[in-house]
Structures are given as C-alpha cells and as structure tokens.
C-alpha cells in the first residue's frame, strides 16, 4: 500500500470514530431535551430574571413541556450596578412594593404556569409580586422555581402562594445560581404533574 493511501486510510478511520463520539454525544445531549407528556394541558413558564441564572432554567422548562415562554419584564430597568440593585430591592421588599410591568402577561387559557423568581432578600424579585397580582390563578396548577445565591429558597414560595390563594401550588424547584441539573429539573416536573 503506498504511504499516501495508508495516511488516507487512517484518517478516515479517525474521521468515522469521531462521528460515532459526537453523534453519541448528540443522541444523549437528546435524550435529555425529549419532551415530557404534559397530558395535553396548556403551559406557560412565566419568569423573571436579573443576571440570567432563572432564565436559563425557565429556558430548559420550556424546552421540556414546549409550554409557552414568557418573560416578566418591569417597566422601569432594574439599575445594572449590583449594589444599587440589592439597596433598591431592599427598600421595594420593606415596601411590598409591585412595580409596574412593561407587560402584565395573560395567564387565561393556561392550566399548568411554571412561576420562576431569583430569590431577593429571602423572597420573590419584586416583579414578580407584581405578576401574581395583576393576572389570574384561581384553579390553576402553579409550579414555583427560583434560583438564589446561598440562602436558598427561604420564604419564597409560601409568599407566592398567599399571592395567589386560589392556585394549587406544587411543591418547588429550588437550584443554586447556575447549577440545575437537566436531569432534576425533568425529575421535579414529572413528580409535580403526577
Ligand atoms: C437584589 C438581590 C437580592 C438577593 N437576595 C438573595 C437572598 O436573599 N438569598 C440568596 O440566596 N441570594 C440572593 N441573591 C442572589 C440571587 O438570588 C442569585 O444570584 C440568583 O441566582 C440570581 O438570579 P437571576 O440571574 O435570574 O437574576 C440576591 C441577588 C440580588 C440581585
């Protein structure tokens, strides 16, 4: 066999290995995004986020149920500086402040609304006080997840539900920053919707 040949041969067989790696890898990156059966029930993931960390959970949710996203937006921007933001939340929390949203939302038509929150000074980001509201819940199935920096959810989902006293509130998804793992979050989803 010439040398040109065998150096042609060789790489083609790293070039097949390499397809059956990645493409193993892609059938299991699948294998985690595969929908879960939602029982035909409408969903929406409603969410809001400061830095992210809730988006890319409420992202994944979203993923899984194929439920409709929508993102709580407060009308006036949260200050990007970190302190000025933790001052504000502060004084908005000591106020039971609801802020105005650049969008209320709509929860009509939807049974199952996935509720996600970072966690501001032990409970839900203002903004999403003010989700609870202004939209209606009576009836409806809520599952709550927040993101937080340490502490945990503290008392974020019991001050939920006294905002929405007619939902039936599942118990909640809880993850540190960005640590959620795919797997619990599909876990959690599936034990709620029992
Ligand atoms: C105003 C403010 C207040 C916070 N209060 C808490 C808190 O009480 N407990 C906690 O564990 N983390 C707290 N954090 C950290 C956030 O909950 C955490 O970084 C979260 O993942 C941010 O989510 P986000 O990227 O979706 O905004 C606070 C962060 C901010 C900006």
Same mark, same amino acid.
């Given at each position: 066999m010439n040398k040109k040949l065998k150096i042609g041969l060789i790489a083609a067989g790293i070039a097949v290995i390499a397809a059956g790696i990645i493409g193993g890898g892609i059938m299991f990156a699948n294998d985690n995004t595969e929908?879960?059966?939602? $029982?035909g029930k409408k969903v929406l993931v409603a969410y809001y986020s400061y830095s992210g960390n809730t988006k890319a959970v409420a992202e994944k949710i979203q993923k899984f149920t194929g439920g409709d996203i929508f993102e709580i937006k407060p009308a006036k921007a949260y200050p990007a500086n970190y302190n000025d933001v933790v001052n504000l939340a502060q004084t908005e929390k000591s106020q039971d402040a609801k802020p105005e949203l650049m969008d209320n939302g709509n929860t009509e038509g939807y049974e199952i609304i996935f509720l996600g929150t970072p966690v501001w000074w032990y409970t839900m980001a203002s903004p999403v006080r003010t989700f609870l509201s202004v939209n209606k819940f009576d009836g409806k199935t809520i599952l709550p997840f927040c993101t937080h920096g $340490? $502490? $945990?959810?503290?008392?974020t989902y019991t001050d939920m539900q006294k905002l929405a006293p007619g939902a039936k509130f599942t118990a909640g998804y809880t993850s540190y920053?960005?640590?959620?793992k795919d797997a619990d979050i599909k876990k959690w989803i599936n034990e709620s919707i029992k």
């Open positions: 929908p879960i059966d939602m $029982g $340490g $502490g $945990g959810e503290s008392s920053e960005r640590s959620a």
